[in-house]
């Protein structure tokens, strides 16, 4: 019995030594795999080294576009077609015969009823662009990068449509309306250099829209429409029409300070400040004022603007020297004896153009003497804003060419009151303002 017993749990409890040795064996299979799949990944990864590691030294050359040969066309398709895939698909490009800029591409698959058809003057390719496409063609052979430009610029965009439906040589009557005009796309690049380019990108925008305004030879109403968006137009037509009787800047008789009898905002308006930075670009780069080139009264206040720590009363002041060496030289352009010294000088296009309304004549290179005397006591009120309304006479009289005795009246004539200190004769401006009532002889 106890022999039975024994053989009953041998065999239900089997030997250990055997469970152990297959697992041994099969540790050994799993350690063999895995050191293969290593050496695997090794070879994969030690082949992408080498691709990454190959390199080309190649010449660049840069084809320009011949006017004479079309660039090539670069189109998409919207749909996801693969015209490569049955390689059985004919591209045609028509070009109109009245506005040869419009480009119509249309490539039609053989055995089938559509047709993919792309403009570049209607749908996508109406959006700004504010890039330049290239097609860049690589020949190993040569180490020889060609670049070329594509057609109009423009990636087409290629739209499936039935075929026979849109005959080529027949645009869509909207397309017309969706075809921007050169104003409107000045205008958009204009918005978009505004909202998303730096401050100098923005600065040199600026000034090429006032040179292009300079060389405008056409009406007032196109230059009023140019400058609408920078210039308040209303301020513009209280400047303009400045007729009045006593023929003197804008003024405010009920004004209790000398700052607002004549307001500085209805003489320089608010457009205008942004092509007043030369003098102050000067100050900041450490220049000097030359007086080749400036007004001597400006020369001799721009060490002012070194002591000034608010920025924004700095460029005020800055922008008032501009606008007086701009006065300046306008006048000396209509004059003999100021020609040659205002020759080479700048004037910019918003203010050429506002000058000219306000104190030139047209068909006239010289200006009248009563438009004259408005331009001097347009001066003469700036003057007294950069002295702190206690002007000496002695310089701005020598840049206007003037006699200080012929200058006295001018400034009377303004409200001003004449003092002498330390022997010099100093303007002020008292307030409220009292004019002089022009005496008249009788005749005998």
């Known amino acids: ?21 297959e697992e041994a064996e099969q540790e050994g299979k799993n350690d063999t795999q895995y050191s293969q799949h290593q050496e695997i990944d090794k070879v994969k990864s030690d082949k992408k080294k080498k691709k990454k590691e190959k390199q080309l030294a190649v010449t660049i050359e840069t084809i320009a576009e011949n006017p004479n040969k079309t660039s090539p066309i670069v189109g998409y398709f919207s749909s996801g077609y693969d015209p490569l895939r049955n390689n059985d698909s004919n591209a045609q490009l028509y070009r109109n015969v009245k506005r040869n800029n419009r480009l119509q591409l249309v490539v039609s698959p053989n055995g089938a009823q559509v047709d993919f058809v792309g403009t570049n003057y209607s749908g996508e390719a ?17 180490q020889t990068l060609k670049i070329v430009p594509i057609a109009a ?23 017309v309306k969706q075809e921007l005009t050169a104003e409107e796309r000045t205008d958009k690049m204009r918005e978009l250099t505004q909202m998303y380019s730096s401050k100098k990108s923005i600065r040199q925008a600026r000034k090429l829209d006032s040179l292009r305004q300079q060389e405008d030879t056409g009406t007032q109403e196109e230059f009023d429409r140019n400058i609408a968006g920078a210039i308040n137009k209303e301020a513009l037509e209280v400047a303009v029409t400045t007729d009045n009787a006593r023929n003197i800047p804008p003024h405010d008789l009920a004004a209790t300070v000398p700052q607002l009898a004549y307001p500085l905002n209805r003489i320089i ?28 009264f400006v020369c001799n206040r721009s060490y002012k603007l070194e002591h000034i720590q608010n920025e924004e009363e700095k460029r005020r002041l800055a922008g008032i020297l501009s606008y007086i060496t701009h006065l300046v030289k306008f006048k000396d352009k209509h004059s003999m004896d100021g020609v040659s010294s205002a020759k080479h000088h700048k004037i910019p296009g918003m203010l050429f153009q506002k000058f000219s309304s306000m104190f030139a004549v047209p068909d006239s290179k010289r200006l009248p003497d009563e438009k004259k005397a408005l331009l001097i006591n347009y001066v003469l009120v700036l ?8 002007s000496d006479l002695s310089d701005i009289a020598k840049d206007l060419r003037m006699d200080i005795g012929a200058l006295r009246p001018h400034y009377e004539y303004l409200g001003c009151k004449l003092v002498r200190e330390k022997h010099v004769l100093l303007a002020t401006l008292p307030v409220p303002l009292k004019f002089q009532t022009v005496r008249r002889k009788r005749r005998r």
Request: contains cysteine; charged residues 35%.
């Open 383 to 390: 003057t007294l804003f950069v002295d702190d309304f206690r």
């Open 153 to 175: 610029n423009k990636i087409i965009r290629l739209e499936p449509r039935i075929r026979g439906s849109d005959v080529p040589e027949n645009e869509d009557p909207d397309t």
């Open 269 to 296: 308006l608010e457009g205008e400040w942004d092509y007043l930075l030369d003098v102050l670009k000067l100050t900041e780069a450490g220049a000097e004022t030359k007086p080749d080139l400036y007004p001597s």
């Open 126 to 142: 109406t959006s700004a662009q504010l890039c330049t496409y290239s097609l860049g063609v690589l020949d190993k052979e040569t």
């Open 1 to 21: 019995m106890a022999k039975e017993k024994k053989k009953k749990l041998e065999h239900q409890n089997p030997s250990p030594s055997k469970p152990a040795d």
